[in-house]
């Protein structure tokens, strides 16, 4: 490799550094510098012009330091193992402990998630959010995150992979999209449009909670609104969405240092709920009612029957009497209602039949034997079969 080679990779280099890490390409110059021994990018070049040049370990060693600072964006296996960290991937899980506590690292959705026994930190993908800290209720008092040093360090923990995350995305989106020029202005990093390809603005909107943002603080927080924390999908360029009547859009202050804010700290019930609402009751009277149902005919019945469910008034169930016999008892189902708490009543309601000679039905065991059976009824009366 050439003197002028080695030169151009270390520029490249400090071009994939600043891209990951949102900053100016002087900066991440100075960066490279600061690795290979000199105190800045000016440094280098005049022991370049002196005849100093970096050897291939050196440069090899940069591009460990700059890789590991974005390791999910370097080569298709990384890039595998990102996405399926992105959705979840078990194989993705970190486990560690910090000062005797056990933990399970994971990424879900680009939000870094730390559990333990009893609680949960949450740190969101946007730059500038603040973690979440869940603690159960049954441990508000003795929970190891009451210690306020272990609580920082596991912060600390989540912060390293949320940066990797961050520096993969940024490395994904084009570069205006994440470093504003001298007037702020920065372009959208999913949307395109205009001559350029490109949706660019210093002021940008948020369709969600009608937010008024800079452009150099929608970079900063990855595109996502700091008042809201809605995506990206929710920022435009102009609110399109506000009549002449409705209220302007509400300007917002810029994070300080870029960085996120103190811990938001809940207590939450995570025992498992039952939901006795409209559709899990109905499901499972409609459940009972097949096991009430005797014959191919009672299913449909079963299957036809309208079903409400009233908190104060109970479960209500109209029955279609082509299908559901009048003199029969919904034993099961009124057995479910009893067992739920809840109040059970019905009606018969007599309408058009399905399919002719419903008594079919009655005197069929399974779905086969019934539609087999119909459809000899149809050929026999010489009724024309049509599909709708």
């Not at 395109?192 to 969600?208: A, K, M, Q, V």
């Not at 996502?224 to 399109?240: E, K, Q, R």
């Not at 202050?253 to 207590?267: N, Q």
Request: hydrophobic letters at 40%.
């Amino acid at each position: 490799m050439t003197e002028k080679s080695q030169i151009t990779e270390l520029k490249k280099l400090a071009k994939r550094y600043a891209r990951a890490h949102r900053i100016p390409q002087a900066k991440a110059l100075d960066f490279v510098a600061n690795e290979l021994g000199h105190k800045h990018w000016g440094a280098l070049k005049a022991q370049e012009k002196k005849g100093w040049i970096p050897t291939e370990k050196c440069l090899e060693a940069v591009e460990s330091t700059v890789n590991n600072c974005n390791p999910f964006a370097n080569g298709p296996e990384n890039d595998f193992n990102g996405f399926g960290r992105l959705f979840g991937d078990l194989s993705a899980n970190k486990i560690g402990t910090i000062d005797g506590v056990p933990y399970t690292l994971f990424i879900w959705q680009d939000d870094v998630h730390l559990e333990g026994d009893g609680w949960k930190i949450i740190l969101p993908e946007a730059p500038c959010a603040s973690p979440i800290v869940e603690i159960e209720k049954s441990l508000a008092t003795n929970s190891p995150l009451d210690d306020a040093e272990t609580l920082q360090k596991l912060l600390e923990i989540g912060e390293v992979e949320a940066k990797n995350i961050q520096a993969r995305i940024a490395s994904d989106w084009p570069r205006r999209s994440t470093k504003p020029n001298a007037r702020g202005v920065v372009c959208h990093p999913l949307f395109g449009g205009g001559e350029s390809g490109r949706i660019e603005s210093d002021t940008w909107f948020c369709l969600h909670c009608n937010s008024k943002i800079s452009g150099e603080h929608i970079a900063a927080n990855l595109w996502h609104c700091p008042s809201c924390g809605a995506s990206p999908i929710d920022i435009y360029s102009t609110p399109f969405w506000l009549s002449e009547d409705d209220e302007s859009p509400k300007p917002i202050a810029a994070c300080e240092g870029r960085g996120r804010g103190e811990p938001i700290v809940r207590s939450v019930d995570a025992r498992i709920k039952l939901k006795l609402n409209e559709k899990n009751v109905t499901l499972l009277i409609r459940c009972a009612l097949l096991d009430d149902a005797t014959n191919a005919g009672e299913r449909l019945g079963a299957l036809l029957a309208d079903i409400t469910f009233d908190e104060e008034f109970g479960v209500w169930v109209t029955f279609e009497t082509n299908y559901w016999p009048e003199a029969k008892e919904p034993v099961q189902a009124r057995a479910v209602a009893k067992a739920l708490g809840v109040g059970f009543d019905e009606e018969l309601m007599l309408d058009e039949p399905i399919f002719a000679w419903p008594g079919i039905g009655e005197v069929t065991q399974t779905a086969l034997d019934y539609t087999e059976a119909m459809l000899r009824a149809y050929a026999e009366h010489g009724l024309e079969k049509k599909a709708e």
